[in-house]
């Protein structure tokens, strides 16, 4: 393929990444067309057609593969913009949907406005390295549940329902209860739950090294009770740079927790939370606002909210307390990392009794 002619300086090149191949559009200062092309997603590939001419602003996809593309196109001294796939109706909702017209339609946005396409900062190299290990303990986490789950429920089609137990001790404490003519079933799954506990352990104090030797703001974080080194890592590790956010206010909503709104005129709905931001660090969050409104849970001012809001008797209430605690939370922890200062857990509440005794005492 012949590469365009024209001056790179004035180019605008949209990429449309796919798992096996990606397609690229070339527009000139005049937003003409110049190149259209396929090439192989290939670190190789990339390099061979990108690396070695002149500064160009190139849009691409948030995806699987737009982390490594863009550190290398970045290292190639080209104008990268990683667009939030949220944000690109006018691709996804067209008639005419294919990867030429997608890469087309990126160049053209961003020509025309790249702040329509809401960029994105992909996490440093290390960073994301390091998120992998967090990512592959969730992972494990989660199949272990299913198959928990699976046991369960597989015995209580036979009339057996086993007693409360922790997940990590299931495998063991639940093997005798397992009537023989299951056995030949549910041992090898207790196997398997028993050996994937074994390997979440090895996770954890990898992840535990992690955050004391190489993260140790998340000692700062730790300071709030119901917060260990899992949750404080995937906080540090997700947010990457609390200078990010100008208020620890936004935290929530970047996370997911702030309710949805669809205000028009006197209709004001309560809606779900948005669920945007990651997911993994909101189930975190979540579980947090659970030990900390539950028995373990120690006094403090998110313990007061959530038991607060609970009081208010229904099951929707003491969902609202735990989504309104882990909100809370987020903007704590954000807070704690911006200032280093030592946590005290009935800070607003001292100072709302100081408050009112000096009233009273005036």
């Not at 928990?148 to 015995?155: C, F, I, K, P, Y």
Request: one cysteine or more; a positive charge; glycine letters at 6%.
């Amino acid at each position: 393929m012949t590469h365009a002619t024209t001056t790179l300086t004035t180019l605008s090149i949209g990429i449309d990444l796919g798992d096996r191949f990606s397609h690229f559009c070339v527009l000139d200062s005049n937003g003409e067309v110049v190149e259209e092309g396929r090439l192989r997603t290939t670190q190789d590939a990339f390099r061979q057609r990108f690396v070695g001419i002149a500064a160009a602003r190139i849009a691409l996809e948030a995806g699987t593969h737009s982390p490594w593309v863009s550190e290398l196109l970045k290292q190639a001294r080209h104008d990268v913009l990683v667009a939030n796939p949220g944000k690109l109706r006018m691709i996804y909702k067209s008639d005419n949907k294919t990867d030429r017209f997608d890469a087309e339609q990126l160049a053209r946005v961003a020509r025309m406005d790249p702040r329509l396409l809401s960029p994105i900062q992909h996490r440093c190299h290390q960073v994301r390295a390091d998120l992998a290990v967090l990512r592959a303990r969730n992972s494990l986490v989660v199949s272990r549940t299913m198959l928990v789950n699976h046991v369960r429920g597989a015995l209580k089609s036979f009339g057996t329902r086993l007693p409360r137990c922790s997940t990590p001790s299931f495998a063991s404490k639940m093997l005798e209860r397992i009537p023989d003519e299951l056995r030949p079933a549910l041992v090898p799954v207790l196997e398997t739950i028993r050996s994937l506990t074994s390997q979440i352990r090895g996770y954890e104090r990898e992840l535990n090294t992690l955050a004391d030797q190489v993260y140790p703001i998340t000692n700062v974080l730790r300071q709030v009770n119901g917060v260990g080194p899992i949750t404080s890592l995937a906080f540090v590790l997700t947010l990457q740079d609390w200078r990010r956010f100008r208020s620890s206010r936004s935290v929530g909503a970047y996370l997911g927790l702030r309710p949805k709104s669809d205000q028009s005129g006197e209709r004001n709905p309560e809606l779900r939370i948005t669920r945007a931001g990651d997911r993994d660090l909101r189930c975190l969050l979540v579980q947090s606002a659970q030990y900390i409104l539950g028995p373990f849970g120690t006094d403090s001012d998110l313990r007061r909210l959530g038991l607060a809001i609970a009081a208010r008797g229904s099951k929707v209430a003491k969902r609202k307390a735990v989504i309104a605690v882990a909100r809370r939370l987020a903007v704590l922890l954000h807070s704690l990392w911006r200032s280093r200062e030592e946590y005290e857990p009935l800070r607003n509440s001292n100072r709302r009794a100081a408050v009112q005794t000096a009233v009273a005492a005036g």
